[in-house]
């Protein structure tokens, strides 16, 4: 069955230190996303990407970097990660403009 | 600009009856579409349903259907004969034409079906 897995599951990172977080699809879909959740909140659009080797900016893209090295893969990097950037982080891809999302299960970040 | 909002933040009613969730959205475009999620209390997102702005159809899926309202742009979530299981927050979204490759969501709306 097609799915969005996401890597680590749950990270504690320290504050000035490099993150990645990682998403793998093999729903063939070109299109994927990478969305912030805080308590309360809704999604929020950090990056997105609509083909390999090309990455765009979402929303709230201060503090964070995105790379696509594959159709696949898709991967969030914090650079310098600080306590603002604790949430949890989702990926998600699409196939098509105007098709529905399936999500990854979610990487809760911890930034101390 | 384009925006998503769910004014309702929680809700409670009793196992077996109908709700409805409240969504409105803004865009400039004549054709976009809707869409609506579901996020598990283990934090699972899942979709359930979409609208097609130029279907004029409601669409339904299961025990889901919507109330699409395009003069108010407005697309509400009716689920019938609810389940305790139905538990969750309900996420509205959008994309449209302008960005097409951006989804905005709404803040979500917390369902709390009781016994």
């Known amino acids: 069955e097609a799915a969005v897995t996401q890597s680590p599951r749950s990270k504690v990172a320290v504050t000035g230190g490099k993150v990645t977080l990682s998403c793998h699809q093999t729903?063939?879909?070109?299109?994927m996303y990478w969305y912030r959740q805080d308590t309360g909140h809704g999604l929020r659009l950090i990056h997105y990407?609509?083909?390999?080797?090309?990455?765009e900016k979402g929303d709230i893209p201060d503090g964070y970097k995105a790379s696509r090295p594959s159709q696949e893969n898709f991967s969030l990097i914090l650079e310098l990660a600080s306590l603002s950037q604790t949430a949890v982080y989702f990926c998600a891809s699409s196939d098509g403009q105007g098709a529905e999302q399936f999500f990854g299960p979610g990487t809760r970040l911890t930034v101390l | 600009a384009q925006k998503v909002t769910q004014t309702q933040t929680s809700i409670s009613v009793v196992e077996k009856t109908t709700v409805t969730m409240d969504c409105v959205y803004e865009t400039r475009d004549s054709s976009y579409f809707l869409f609506w999620y579901k996020q598990t209390a283990s934090g699972e997102i899942v979709f359930l349903i979409r609208?097609?702005?130029?279907?004029?159809e409601n669409a339904t899926v299961g025990h889901y259907s919507l109330n699409f309202q395009k003069p108010k742009s407005s697309i509400g979530l009716i689920i019938t004969a609810t389940q305790i299981e139905d538990s969750a927050v309900y996420f509205c979204a959008m994309r449209d034409h302008t960005n097409a490759y951006k989804v905005i969501f709404g803040k979500g709306t917390h369902l709390h079906v009781l016994p």
């Open positions: 990407s609509y083909v390999a080797d090309s990455t």
């Open positions: 609208q097609d702005s130029y279907k004029k």
């Open positions: 729903n063939n879909h070109d299109y």
